[in-house]
Structures are given as C-alpha cells and as structure tokens.
C-alpha cells in the first residue's frame, strides 16, 4: 500500500476561489486518514485528486516516491494508472446485474481470468459478508448490503488505496453505526490505505488513526482523533470536534508566582494550571492587552455536585438514559454540561457545580490559537 503525499497542493477555481490552499498533507501506509470541516471546506476536492479526477492548480501529489502529479514538471498520471478505488456518495450499482456480476465487471474489463474472477468474487464476498446474497439484484437489497456490495466491488481489483465520499450518509443512524464498525474491521483485516471524507465529527472520531481537519480550503490540525479532541491547535477545532460542543468563557487572566494564571471571568474566578511541559501560556499571557484570552471547558469537565462549587440553574435537562446534557445558567454564562447515568434536573431548578479534569484549554482571544492546557481551581 503506498505512502500518499501532497506537496503545497492547491486548486483554484476559475473565479479566483481557492478550494484547497498550499495543503501539505502525508497519510502514511495503512493508515485510516478523515477528511473532515464543514461543507465547502476542500475535503472533496482532495480527495479527487488524490484519486486524480481532479487536477491541482499548483503542488506535487506521490505515492511513496513516484510523482503522480506536479503542475511544474507536467505530470498527471490518470486515474485508472494510479491503483486506487473511489468510493462514491451513491452506490452506482448495475440495477440489472446480480451481485456477483456487480463485483465481477470491473474484474473483467481488466482482463482478468476467469477463475482468477470467480475466486476473488468469493473471497471479498466472505470478507465483506455477503456470500449468501450473490445472486439477488440490487433492489432485492437494503441500503447497508448494497453499500458492502459497492465496497466489494471497489475492493476486489486490490486497489492500493481505498478513497470514500462520505459513503455512508445516505444509511439511517443504526444502518449507519452497523457500517462504521464494518469499516474499521475492514480496515483491520485488509491493513489497507482509506481516505475518507466525512462532515460527522464523531464517524471521523470513531474511525480514523488520525483526522484532517479543514476550513475554508486551509488544513487546521492532523493528528490522532483523541489527540485532536483533547489539544485543539485553535478555537475552531475545539468547538468542531465533540457533541455537545466545547464551551467558551472569556476571560482576563493575571500570571501568578507559581506559574499559574487567576482567570477572571463574568461569573466566576478560578485559577488555571498549566500542565507539566506546558508552561507558555503562563509567559505568553502577559503580551496580550489586559491579559485579554478565552477559557475552554469540554462538558464532561462541569460535574455536578452536592456541596461547594459554583451556584447554577438548570436551564436544559436532555436525558438519554446513558447520560443527561445540561445547560446551566450562572449569572449570564451559560455552560453545557455531561451528567452520567439515568438522571434528570427540573428545569430552573438551581444545582451546585466544579470542574474536575486536566483538559482545560486556554486560548489568546485575539489569534484563537491555543498557548496552554492544564486544569482548573475555583477560587
């Protein structure tokens, strides 16, 4: 499987609008790559051209070490030369051909043999559990056998990379989980190279070994799914990635002697620790106007409590059975917060909360960038 690799990738439109902006982007061999933002990002249009139906205004794309685009030396080699599979949104399946067939055609169109055929149609039947529906049409299908179906049929020819257009967005939400961990045992079992463009953040949280993350055409952050939840580079990846989402509090914040920062905001005061090894916020703070940053709190951090913390009004009680998320009113910030188990509040019922945890984030409000995680101490 190769080593992908784009290289100040751009592609600009005929408007001037550039969907995908100086991208470098390296998705290693075997790995389970996301491409994720909100609509209109360029996730899309790198997959394409990776896949090369799409081709760059400037940049190098590789695979491993061989050019198979590079808008200064001329090269674009076709997609059909490339060795990868495309998986579309919809799943293009022959309505007048079996299964077997659906799987079989492209196979023959390359020429292969015919034994060699029948034996490779049996085979990702069984890894893709589908062997007892060889014979039915497509339409005699349901959503989630015909979408293993179109992903055996791009697997059979041994793509080297698999390429997915958010694939599963036209299943229900428990078609849709079923399909998930299809996919990762898939990805297991064949130790292939996915690119998957998706705009759920939890489908990209639960599948990939790491999430690229874009906005407007610009990559944002790449890294591991947990890593990308608990260390934000800036505020636009803290709020994308988590449901419910990250709450902001604006605050002034004064450094302390002992290296950690008293953080004021509207209705509250607590003292932010910076964690081991990352210290900088706690030197960096002082360069901003009045000590002027914003305080980030994932809602699992809010924990509600019987005595002590800070007063709160319950605002929303939205239980799941599993969890209740919370919206808590205190003195005109509101905050999102996690309770576990089978619990409800009463709305405007008044409740008691702390923060608990070591993943606070703490951002300059001016840049949004992120200077300094650690955890929090009410005063």
Not at 10 to 27: C, E, P, Y
Not at 78 to 89: A, E, I, M, T
Not at 272 to 279: M, N, S, T
Request: charged share 25%; with cysteine; net charge negative.
């Amino acid at each position: 499987m190769p080593c992908i690799r784009l290289v100040n990738v751009t592609k600009q439109f005929s408007k001037g609008a550039r969907a995908v902006d100086g991208l470098n982007l390296t998705i290693e061999d075997g790995d389970f790559v996301s491409l994720l933002g909100p609509s209109g990002c360029g996730k899309t249009t790198t997959l394409r051209m990776i896949a090369g139906l799409e081709m760059p205004t400037e940049g190098d794309i590789y695979f491993d070490d061989k050019c198979v685009f590079s808008a200064e030396k001329g090269i674009n080699v076709s997609p059909d030369k490339r060795g990868v599979g495309f998986l579309f949104q919809n799943y293009a399946l022959w309505p007048h051909m079996t299964v077997r067939q659906n799987i079989a055609f492209g196979l023959e169109n390359m020429k292969w043999e015919k034994t060699k055929i029948e034996s490779r149609v049996r085979e990702i039947c069984g890894i893709m559990r589908i062997a007892e529906y060889v014979d039915r049409y497509p339409a005699e299908l349901s959503g989630g056998q015909q979408q293993r179906v179109a992903i055996a049929r791009t697997l059979a020819p041994n793509p080297r990379a698999l390429l997915m257009d958010e694939p599963l967005s036209n299943l229900d939400a428990k078609l849709r989980n079923d399909m998930r961990a299809e996919l990762k045992r898939l990805h297991m079992t064949t130790g292939a190279t996915f690119v998957y463009v998706t705009h759920d953040q939890s489908e990209a949280m639960t599948l990939s070994s790491k999430i690229c993350l874009m906005k407007t055409g610009v990559l944002q952050q790449y890294c591991p799914p947990l890593e990308l939840y608990g260390e934000p580079c800036n505020m636009f990846c803290a709020d994308f990635m988590g449901n419910p989402a990250m709450n902001f509090v604006e605050c002034t914040g004064t450094p302390q002697a002992d290296g950690g920062i008293e953080l004021k905001a509207a209705s509250f005061d607590v003292v932010f620790h910076p964690a081991e090894g990352d210290l900088k916020g706690a030197g960096r703070i002082t360069a901003f106007e009045g000590g002027r940053c914003v305080l980030g709190i994932r809602p699992e951090m809010v924990k509600i409590v019987d005595e002590g913390g800070i007063e709160g009004k319950v605002i929303s009680s939205l239980p799941t059975g599993m969890d209740t998320v919370l919206a808590l009113d205190t003195r005109g910030i509101t905050l999102s917060a996690v309770a576990f188990g089978r619990i409800d509040y009463t709305m405007d019922s008044m409740v008691r909360f702390q923060f608990e945890g070591d993943y606070a984030v703490l951002f300059d409000k001016d840049s949004t960038e992120r200077f300094a995680l650690g955890s929090l101490e009410i005063l």
